[in-house]
């Protein structure tokens, strides 16, 4: 027995996570000699076919231009570079005297770069720029003509408002940074860059206001971005557990929004939004407990329209992760706190059901969660069949067939559509219904109310850099409430100069924003 | 950036106040046969003046050391006194863990769940606790804050319930049988004031005024006592002293519209504050023996002070004279006023003492 431990000790420690490392002749700088570059430039990249290189004479020296096949448009390429590089004659042209047309007499794109490391060029050939190698030169230069193409700004999906913009980050990094500048005109908003992944070497940007946000946020956040130890970055997700600081929490003290308007937002209360190349959610951090429970459309409509809405999102959480353990609770163990009228109905249908009421409600979410899980992958008109065929195995096939009770296929139905009306909580929700319903069945509303205070301690538990996450609902201000539980009118509102940092309970010390 | 623990005041405020709370739960004014209703609320006015009476030499200490607990002030002045005092607190809360944890299982046992086990409900409190106690006591007065309005609302709405069954003439005036028995409630009530202690171990985790704070839960938790108390006395009467638990039998008669009873709210209540005071004191009890265990054993202080828990609450929770028994004057106030009055006013004594000694040795 002990030897097993020892073994499995020793394959544990042996297979432990070690961080990515990074070819060394990345770091090699260009030579000027152009064939012995060309030749380490066609090792390094494997001779994969989509690099393309063509010779050319530039006013009598040999040059190269490489790029990657499909990720440059072809039109910029012939006008600005191909035409204007082969149409050169400049008088005594030596390498010097080429690079120095190139650094101060051309324009051949609007990002034109110089570099000086294998790595570098390789980034910007991925990246979609054009490189330009001449001989005898030591530094490469890059053209920034890319035109691969990529999903147009279309509406959101996961984030739908009625009047707001409907306009959603798409996966090219750089066109969501202008949307958010559209939206900002202002020059204390801030991008600034990273590069995380050794492979993939994935874009990432932090936006914030400078005069808003907390420079000890902002230096967290980046030293946190700096322990990414990551190969290959192809989600925001795959950052979100560095930015978290609680990473076994039910909740997450991240945000994810597909919206440049929400976004804006929530920068102007001092928030850090990280937007990933390739990805069209940014994170936003911190985030609070309370902000799931906001939309845009909160502060397009009148505060006590959106302030009975919100009341109807908190409403929706706790039916969608308690009513059915509620229900499996009250039925199995305390009957008598039914109304007598719908006590005999609920007995009435569960006399006909074969099952025991836990597995009857267990059986049903789990029918349900296989059919939004098909019909969110499958192609849209499958899925659309997918949720007819599940409306009538739930709704009625089920409860003809005498498996489940009527009231059950009621309950089902209202926990689902709640689930939705707060669609970023619907992870840790859907988790916490099944163990609502388990703990119910086994401990009737004891076992209820002491998994709830374990959700409760849970969630005050999270502090994301330095901020509880349930402020300032506990610890409370009053200041601050006027947009959580009720939203205050826009004359209220738009007169206030709260940060997050400034919320009650933050560890954050420097309360006003500067960053610079 | 640095992690600070602390807690804002009102939050401690409502930590203690529902910790408090807990108690009125069980022992209402009718719970003792003896006394009749209306001498406890007045017992219970007389034992909040007796708490801050006893909260003076901690307040000497507290003005001297604005930011030290009891135990860094022990600690200052002697480093073995600071262990042995370390070692008292810590068995104190701990024995008021265990204390509340049974009473937790006799009412489960008794009222909700005849027919259960009286281990279970107990290994999973003890849970519960355990987590909470771990997660620290930033979180715990964090949904100290949201327990305080869900009880609140819970206690308006069952008063609001049992309107129509509040009678006048259940009221006594509350010196019929003389001040003993007055003197008697405002003992029994100040047994079982053990947050007394807890405030002065939390001293250097609270962040604001101390003394408002402590003056405001006093304030507080007598209007909660006095509104229970009357509550009971009004809609129950002579009733309320034949039942174990006046409170949950409150809750069962009261009626609103489709709600028959409301003593599924009241079960709720209770386990939230059960779990709630015995993660504070389980917290309490470990923090102490964290401070006397050398540097690469702190950590197994809570788990070490859990599993005493379980295993004391699982024995205590059949010992039902034992139960009683810590309620009592003697097994209650002694230690209280050992811990609260006499250990911090000897410390400040002692401390004054070395003062005077060390001006005169400088002189």
Request: charged content about 20%; aromatic content about 10%.
């Given at each position: 027995m002990f030897e097993f431990y020892k073994r499995w000790f020793h394959y544990y420690k042996d297979s432990a996570y070690a961080p990515p490392k990074t070819d060394p002749a990345l770091s090699q700088r260009l030579g000027e000699n152009l064939l012995d570059n060309m030749v380490t430039i066609r090792q390094l990249y494997a001779n994969s076919e989509d690099l393309v290189t063509r010779g050319v004479q530039v006013s009598g020296l040999s040059a190269q231009l490489l790029f990657c096949e499909g990720m440059v448009d072809n039109q910029a390429f012939a006008e600005l570079v191909a035409e204007p590089l082969t149409s050169l004659e400049l008088p005594d042209a030596t390498p010097a005297s080429l690079q120095k047309w190139l650094r101060e007499e051309s324009i051949l794109a609007i990002d034109q770069k110089e570099f000086y490391t294998f790595g570098e060029l390789f980034t910007f050939l991925m990246s979609g720029f054009v490189v330009l190698l001449l001989d005898g030169v030591a530094t490469g230069t890059a053209l920034g003509i890319q035109g691969f193409n990529f999903r147009g700004v279309s509406e959101p999906t996961t984030e739908?408002?009625?009047?707001?913009?409907k306009e959603s980050f798409v996966e090219p990094v750089r066109i969501n940074l202008t949307l958010i500048r559209r939206r900002i005109k202002s020059p204390t908003m801030k991008f600034e860059s990273l590069t995380v992944g050794s492979k993939s070497n994935t874009s990432v940007y932090l936006v914030y206001l400078t005069d808003c946000v907390s420079q000890d946020l902002l230096q967290e956040v980046k030293n946190r971005l700096a322990k990414v130890k990551m190969d290959v970055i192809l989600s925001s997700g795959y950052l979100q557990p560095y930015l978290d600081e609680k990473t076994r929490s039910i909740f997450s003290g991240v945000g994810i929004t597909e919206r440049p308007d929400t976004l804006c937002a929530k920068i102007r209360e001092g928030r850090i939004a990280i937007l990933v190349d390739g990805t069209p959610f940014a994170l936003i951090v911190p985030y609070l407990f309370h902000e799931h429970f906001q939309s845009l459309d909160d502060y397009a409509q009148r505060p006590y329209y959106a302030t009975f809405i919100r009341w109807l999102k908190y409403l929706s959480f706790f039916v969608s992760m308690l009513l059915p353990g509620l229900y499996v609770a009250m039925v199995s163990f305390h009957p008598e706190l039914f109304p007598h009228a719908l006590l005999l109905n609920v007995a009435a249908s569960e006399t006909i059901t074969p099952f025991p009421i836990m597995l009857e409600a267990l059986l049903i979410h789990v029918i349900y969660e296989i059919m939004r899980e098909a019909g969110l992958r499958l192609p849209r008109p499958i899925g659309h069949a997918v949720g007819i065929v599940g409306a009538l195995v739930i709704g009625d096939a089920a409860v003809t067939a005498g498996l489940i009770g009527a009231p059950m296929v009621m309950v089902v139905a209202l926990t689902a559509i709640s689930s939705f009306v707060v669609p970023s909580l619907y992870e840790p929700v859907t988790v916490l219904r099944l163990a609502f319903i388990l703990v119910g069945g086994m401990l009737g509303l004891y076992g209820i109310t002491l998994l709830l205070l374990v959700v409760g301690l849970n969630l005050c538990a999270v502090n994301p850099f330095g901020i509880p996450a349930t402020s300032p609902e506990t610890p409370f201000s009053l200041y601050a409430m006027r947009d959580v539980l009720v939203r205050a009118g826009w004359k209220h509102l738009g007169g206030e100069n709260l940060r997050v940092q400034d919320l009650p309970g933050s560890e954050v010390p420097e309360k006003r924003g500067g960053a610079q | 950036m640095n992690r600070t623990v602390y807690v804002d005041t009102r939050q401690l405020l409502m930590v203690l106040f529902l910790s408090r709370i807990f108690t009125a739960l069980t022992f209402t004014p009718q719970g003792d046969e003896r006394i009749a209703g209306s001498t406890v609320m007045l017992g219970q006015l007389l034992s909040c003046l007796l708490q801050l009476l006893l909260l003076v030499p901690a307040w000497l200490l507290y003005r001297d050391h604005p930011r030290a607990s009891v135990l860094d002030c022990a600690n200052t002045l002697n480093r073995p006194l600071g262990g042995i005092l370390a070692v008292l607190y810590g068995a104190f809360f701990l024995v008021n863990a265990v204390y509340t944890a049974a009473s937790f299982d006799f009412f489960l046992t008794t009222a909700i769940y005849p027919n259960s086990s009286s281990w279970l409900p107990l290994i999973l409190l003890v849970g519960v606790a355990w987590y909470g106690a771990h997660v620290g006591i930033e979180p715990l007065s964090r949904v100290a804050g949201f327990l305080f309005v869900g009880v609140l609302l819970s206690g308006v709405f069952i008063a609001l319930a049992l309107i129509p069954r509040y009678?006048?003439?259940?009221w006594v005036s509350p010196l019929y049988d003389g001040v003993e028995p007055v003197w008697r409630a405002a003992w029994g009530s100040l047994t079982r004031s053990t947050e007394l202690a807890a405030v002065l171990l939390l001293v250097p985790m609270v962040k604001g005024n101390l003394r408002s704070g402590v003056l405001w839960w006093q304030g507080i938790t007598l209007v909660a006592f006095e509104a229970i108390g009357l509550g009971t006395l009004l809609a129950?009467?002579?009733?309320?002293?034949?039942?174990?638990?006046p409170v949950y039998t409150l809750s069962t008669i009261a009626e609103f519209s489709i709600f028959q009873r409301m003593d599924a709210l009241h079960m709720a209540v209770w386990v939230f504050l059960a779990a709630l005071k015995t993660g504070l004191y389980l917290f309490l009890a470990a923090f102490c023996l964290r401070d006397i265990l050398p540097q690469g054993q702190k950590k197994f202080a809570l788990p070490f002070c859990a599993v005493l828990l379980l295993v004391g609450s699982i024995w205590l929770a059949r010992q039902g004279g034992l139960l009683v028994g810590l309620t009592s004057p003697f097994g209650g106030v002694v230690p209280l006023l050992l811990l609260v009055a006499v250990c911090p006013l000897l410390l400040w004594l002692w401390e004054r003492m070395r003062g005077r000694r060390e001006v005169h040795h400088g002189a």
């Open positions: 739908i408002n009625v009047r707001g913009s | 009678d006048l003439s259940n129950l009467g002579e009733y309320a002293g034949t039942r174990l638990f």
